[in-house]
């Protein structure tokens, strides 16, 4: 299904500088942000860079100690039941009732949620049908693997067809194959439901997320889609190359194919006359073509020519790098200072 339209969705969160402290620590410093219907969202950060804290406030368990949080236009702060009912949330180690059934828990749940007894009916069969529980439905949860209790807490965050679901870790403890199924559960709610998941496997949020909300020291350091924070972020692509032949003319002949083209590193010749180099740019531009068009025409020969994206975990360390560089340059510069100065 397709991505939500970011023109025309409406928005289902609105978030305006939220701050959370806790004993005059800020565990959220001034976050804003927006999701529109439809779109899956990923929320990154390190370990206590204020991640759960602004899931629980989203979904109205915590309170906020200054800001706005709407759910579907409904401010969560005074009308707490109200935007619970358009939030669908699976927090981190969901707890679950280890002597119920399946089948009883996600009935008993869809009845808290007010569902009606016969539209309940239906869409308990779906639900168990989409996280793949039919068959094993009358299974005592205590029993569950932990990936069989993951796809239980996401039948339950999805079972009311709220128009928001939240996600904290939801493949956490989950094996390659568990990890696949979670993935594609979530990647069917698009287009659907707005979904905002955290978790510590990058490459699960890149391939699933349409866009990436990067968190530390309570600040949101980066936001886009994962393109746009590689080039927010890294601003460089890389091109790899094995060539035989002049390798210090490469700068000069390069200039005609891009002028942001530019010689990296090079090492060799290996025994074969080959030269490993690596190229930047700051063009999004498709190159590999012109590349190989020119390198061939000054009479270059070419072993191997590829282009290295950089994955979100390398956008990940960069900006949380950079944001703790930012926050350490007073203190760094106040270090620096003669003691008289520093006050």
Known sequence: MPTADPETAPLTIEVEHLVKTYGGIAAVNDVSFTVRRGEIVGLLGPNGAGKSTTMRILTGFLPATSGIVRICGIPVASRTDEAKRHIGYMPENNPLPEDMRINEYLY??????????????????????????????????????????????????????PEVIIM???????????????????????????????????????????????????????????????????????????????????????????????????????DAGFHAVILTTTSDRELGESLLAALTAKSYRVRALSRTHPTLEDVFLAATRRSWDIVDAPAKREAGRPSSEVR
């Open 168 to 270: 904290d870790e939801p493949t956490i403890g989950l094996d390659p194959h568990q990890i696949l199924i979670v993935r594609d559960l979530i990647g069917g709610l698009r287009g659907r439901m707005s979904v905002i998941i955290s978790s510590h496997i990058l490459p699960e949020i890149e391939v699933t997320c349409d866009r990436v909300l990067i968190i530390n020291g309570g600040r949101f350091v980066a936001q886009g889609t994962p393109a746009e924070l590689r080039r927010e972020v890294l601003g460089r692509t890389h091109y790899e190359l094995e060539i035989a032949g002049d390798v210090a003319a490469l700068p000069a002949m390069l200039a005609g194919v891009d002028t942001a083209l530019a010689v990296q590193m090079t090492s060799g010749p290996d």
């Open 108 to 161: 008993y749940r869809g009845r808290l949620k007010e569902m009606p007894r016969e539209k309940l009916h239906a869409r308990l069969d779906e639900v168990l049908e989409l996280c793949d529980l039919k068959r094993i439905r009358h299974r005592i949860i205590g029993k569950l693997s932990k990936g069989m209790r993951q796809r239980v807490g996401i039948a339950e965050a999805i079972l009311g067809e």
